[in-house]
């Protein structure tokens, strides 16, 4: 696991989105794992700004994400893939075919697991997925329990999760979905690269334990530690807690 600490989370992005572009310039198709949330905001404006300079091969991407909650899909406030569609396949004006994502509304939950594995497998698997870490330590929806799953599975919320996850639906909680789709650990580590980013001081403790800690399902991202290709980009903030031999300053 290599972790690079960045002097801001503009500079984090900004580095995960020229990895994005450097294998989208090899060609001819570079398939992503995408995530939602605050952290990748930065990521998908520097995208958003390789794409309006013609400096991002866009017919090259072909993008899956991470997850979805139970009940929601395309169009629907609150979505990730409401949020997916405002802030990089619209502005990027990716078409449907680049675009494969979890339905949250399917009536047969399962198939639409089965489904969405069968076709990142079809797609070659994935060549680069970008994760953000919750403050429990899951990655995609993996919660930390007693047990994880492999593949795509319907996944129980987390009270954390569902408090961190209050602000898109108006400040309520009661609004927030309890259940989500979520690619499963088995999928995340057939990706041929992972990088995880973090921001901010809530992500301290649990990039702490994800980097020298124990390999547990009460810390899902510390399976991460067993991939031979992750890089962590880390602001100074969310890398507070490491030794100093764990980490290097990005380039
Ligand atoms: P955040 O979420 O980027 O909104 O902090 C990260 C996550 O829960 O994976």
């Known amino acids: 696991m290599r972790v690079f600490v960045a002097e801001s989370e503009q500079a984090a992005g900004r580095w995960v989105a020229d990895a994005v ?3 989208a310039v ?11 949330g605050r952290t990748p905001v930065p990521l998908y404006a520097a995208m958003r700004d390789d ?3 013609g400096r991002l091969p866009l017919a090259a991407l072909r993008t899956f994400n991470l997850d979805e909650y139970v009940g929601l899909g395309r169009g629907d406030a609150g979505s990730f893939r409401t949020e997916m569609d405002t802030t990089l396949f619209g502005p990027l004006r990716l078409s449907d075919a680049q675009i494969d994502f979890l339905d ?6 399962a198939a639409e697991c089965a489904r969405y594995e069968a076709a990142i497998a079809e797609a070659g698997g994935m060549d680069l997925i970008v994760l953000g870490i919750g403050r429990n330590g899951h990655i995609a929806f993996n919660e930390p329990g007693a047990s994880l799953q492999a593949r795509t599975h319907v996944e129980t919320l987390t009270e954390s999760s569902r408090a961190a996850s209050v602000a898109a639906f108006g400040g309520r909680l009661d609004a927030v979905p309890t259940t989500a789709v979520t690619i499963g650990m088995g999928t995340i580590l057939g990706a041929r690269s992972v990088v995880l ?3 901010g001081a809530s992500k301290a403790d649990v990039i702490r334990g994800m980097v020298t800690g124990a390999v547990t399902t009460w810390l899902p991202a510390s399976f991460l530690q067993l991939h031979t290709d992750v890089t962590v980009v880390a602001d100074r903030a969310a890398a507070e807690g490491l ?7 990005l380039a």
């Open 21 to 23: 572009r450097d294998r």
């Open 26 to 36: 090899r060609g001819p198709q570079v398939v992503l794992g995408l995530p939602t």
């Open 51 to 53: 794409a309006a300079r």
């Open 104 to 109: 949250g509304r399917a009536a047969d939950l």
């Open 197 to 199: 980013v973090a921001a």
């Open 243 to 249: 030794p100093p031999e764990a980490w290097q300053p």
